[in-house]
């Protein structure tokens, strides 16, 4: 068997005192849980590296994976980023004051504005995509790359049931 975590001691304990239930769920869901505390400190840390706020780079990651001129709808932009309308307005306010972004009338639809991302907003989230990508390496180094890409079929495979039900 391999090393115990916490997660076996939290389990044990909880078996000793609860006999009468399946801990199962707990041997995966509790590590997933304490693993996304460390991610979530990786990407402050690696987002606050490029003074940007995760919401921040949100926005402007949906911006450069869009591709040049990094442009995109704020409905685009709400779609990929899951917030409702009044905070996507809020943050594409924030962006632009901060010179991340500015907004431009649609040259295909005259009532239509776009959101497009400055040349100091491209500057900084490829700079904490590439810090976010060194971190998250780091937090699997202890993974063969098999191991790795095992691990991801199966979170995907997990993933896609909540996808599915819009959760």
């Known amino acids: 068997m391999a090393e115990a975590d916490e997660v076996d001691r939290i389990v ?22 304490r693993l996304s505390k460390h991610l979530d400190r990786a990407r402050r ?6 003074e ?11 911006l450069r994976r ?6 995109l709808s704020p409905k685009a932009l709400l779609q990929q980023t899951l917030v409702s309308s009044g905070t ?14 500015s ?10 504005i776009l959101v497009v991302m400055s040349t100091a907003g491209l500057n900084r989230v490829d ?10 390496a780091e937090l699997l180094g202890s993974l063969p790359a098999a191991e790795r890409n095992r691990l991801a079929n199966l979170l995907r495979k997990l993933s896609l049931g909540f996808d599915e039900l819009g959760t």
Request: cysteine-free.
């Open 45 to 50: 840390t690696a987002f606050a590296r490029s």
């Open 52 to 62: 940007l706020e995760s919401w921040e780079f949100d926005v402007l990651s949906a």
């Open 12 to 33: 044990d304990d909880w078996e000793r005192e609860r006999p009468d239930l399946d801990f199962a769920p707990l041997q995966v869901l509790s590590r997933v849980a």
């Open 103 to 112: 907004r431009q009338t649609d040259p295909n639809d005259g009532r239509g």
């Open 127 to 136: 700079a904490a995509i590439t810090r976010l990508v060194d971190a998250e």
């Open 88 to 101: 996507m307005t809020n943050r594409i306010d924030r962006l632009v004051e901060r010179g991340l972004v």
């Open 66 to 71: 869009a591709g040049e001129p990094y442009r």
